[in-house]
């Protein structure tokens, strides 16, 4: 269960990764352990030296990484983010990511399966789309003593045998409680960034509909609430309209499919629902300043 990546140049032909009907490379977390016959719920590996994912990709499962010592770059879903020592970066299914980290690295990383991906959200108490926005924490010297402990208990744990399962997903817990706590010391105005249940469950109705439907009366109705009341929430837990949230939506999903994807642009704009090329192009060009073309090249 135990793994030390210290690899130079990782590639994507390099696992078995499984290709889903939208056509994204996808790495499963039993691509990455030794016995494959064997269930993974988690693995923990260790980040030593120079490291780089040069195609980007995607997981079917979450990824914590607490770096101790780091200089780089990771991008996440098309954002850049700078790796410094003592931070926190957090990758979630199915989110597109790649990295460049310079030699020297010291850190560690959980991979999460998605079930228990699930059972750990609660734990994180402020709204997945938060974390989404900042996957990168910076933590104090107490945080991150904290954290590397119980890093390095679920990697000792990990080694008895049998395993005690119960205790590792109790300990994983236990890592979303504690980081849960420095984006508070971060952040004290803190309440803006708590996770309103009906604003999760809109957030859920996009990932689910965004294909098919647009409009803000749709999610209202299934939420059973009016579509101002719903804007009143995105506005309140994220400074963000209804409308807006379903659009970035869209244009994430747009990125992933023209960088990650082998689809053509008239395939992308057949997938995501849109009339034809040209809507496509100019609703593509108003949020970026790129035509579909440039951005995918």
Same mark, same amino acid.
């Given at each position: 269960? *135990?793994?030390? *990546?210290?690899? !130079?140049n990782?590639k994507?032909?390099?696992?078995?990764?499984?290709?889903r009907?939208d056509?994204?490379p996808?790495?499963g +977390?039993?691509d990455?352990?030794?016995?494959?016959?064997?269930?993974?719920?988690?693995?923990?590996?260790?980040?030593?030296?120079? %490291?780089?994912?040069?195609? $980007?990709?995607?997981?079917?499962?979450f990824?914590?990484n607490?770096?101790?010592?780091?200089?780089?770059?990771h !991008? +996440?879903? =098309?954002v850049?983010?700078?790796?410094?020592?003592?931070q926190i970066?957090?990758?979630?299914p199915?989110q597109v990511?790649?990295w460049d *980290?310079?030699?020297?690295? #010291?850190g560690?990383?959980l991979?999460? /399966?998605?079930?228990?991906?699930?059972?750990? #959200?609660?734990?994180? %108490?402020?709204?997945?789309?938060?974390?989404q926005?900042? $996957?990168?924490?910076d933590?104090s010297? !107490?945080?991150?003593? =904290?954290?590397?402990?119980?890093f390095?208990? #679920?990697?000792?744990?990990?080694?008895d045998?049998p #395993?005690?399962?119960?205790?590792?997903?109790k300990?994983?817990e236990m890592?979303g409680?504690?980081? /849960?706590?420095?984006v508070?010391?971060?952040f004290k105005?803190?309440e803006?960034?708590h996770s309103? $249940?009906? =604003? /999760?469950?809109?957030?859920?109705l996009?990932?689910e509909?965004?294909?098919?439907? %647009?409009s803000?009366?749709?999610?209202?109705?299934?939420?059973?609430?009016?579509?101002n009341?719903?804007?009143? +929430?995105?506005?309140?837990? *994220?400074?963000s309209?209804?409308?807006?949230l379903?659009q970035d %939506?869209?244009?994430?999903?747009?990125?992933?499919?023209l960088?990650?994807?082998?689809?053509?642009v008239?395939?992308?704009?057949?997938?995501?629902g849109?009339?034809?090329?040209?809507?496509?192009?100019?609703f593509?060009?108003?949020?970026?300043?790129?035509t579909?073309s440039?951005?995918?090249?």
């Amino acid at each position: 269960m *135990i793994n030390c *990546i210290n690899f !130079t140049n990782f590639k994507q032909k390099s696992f078995g990764m499984s290709r889903r009907s939208d056509y994204f490379p996808v790495l499963g +977390i039993q691509d990455f352990k030794d016995d494959h016959s064997l269930e993974a719920h988690l693995l923990f590996n260790e980040l030593y030296g120079e %490291r780089s994912i040069d195609d $980007p990709h995607k997981h079917d499962f979450f990824i914590i990484n607490i770096f101790e010592k780091a200089k780089g770059n990771h !991008t +996440i879903d =098309f954002v850049d983010y700078e790796v410094k020592d003592y931070q926190i970066h957090l990758v979630f299914p199915d989110q597109v990511h790649q990295w460049d *980290i310079e030699a020297g690295t #010291i850190g560690y990383q959980l991979m999460i /399966s998605r079930d228990w991906f699930e059972s750990l #959200i609660p734990t994180l %108490r402020f709204s997945q789309l938060f974390y989404q926005n900042h $996957p990168v924490i910076d933590l104090s010297d !107490t945080s991150f003593e =904290f954290l590397v402990y119980e890093f390095k208990t #679920i990697k000792k744990l990990l080694n008895d045998e049998p #395993i005690f399962w119960e205790m590792i997903q109790k300990r994983s817990e236990m890592i979303g409680l504690l980081i /849960s706590e420095a984006v508070e010391f971060i952040f004290k105005n803190d309440e803006q960034y708590h996770s309103n $249940p009906v =604003f /999760s469950k809109f957030l859920n109705l996009i990932d689910e509909h965004f294909k098919e439907e %647009r409009s803000v009366s749709f999610y209202a109705e299934k939420l059973n609430i009016s579509p101002n009341y719903l804007n009143i +929430i995105c506005k309140k837990s *994220i400074n963000s309209s209804a409308s807006s949230l379903i659009q970035d %939506r869209i244009l994430l999903e747009a990125k992933r499919l023209l960088k990650v994807s082998e689809k053509s642009v008239k395939d992308i704009v057949f997938d995501l629902g849109f009339y034809d090329q040209a809507s496509f192009s100019k609703f593509f060009k108003s949020q970026t300043g790129m035509t579909p073309s440039q951005f995918k090249e």
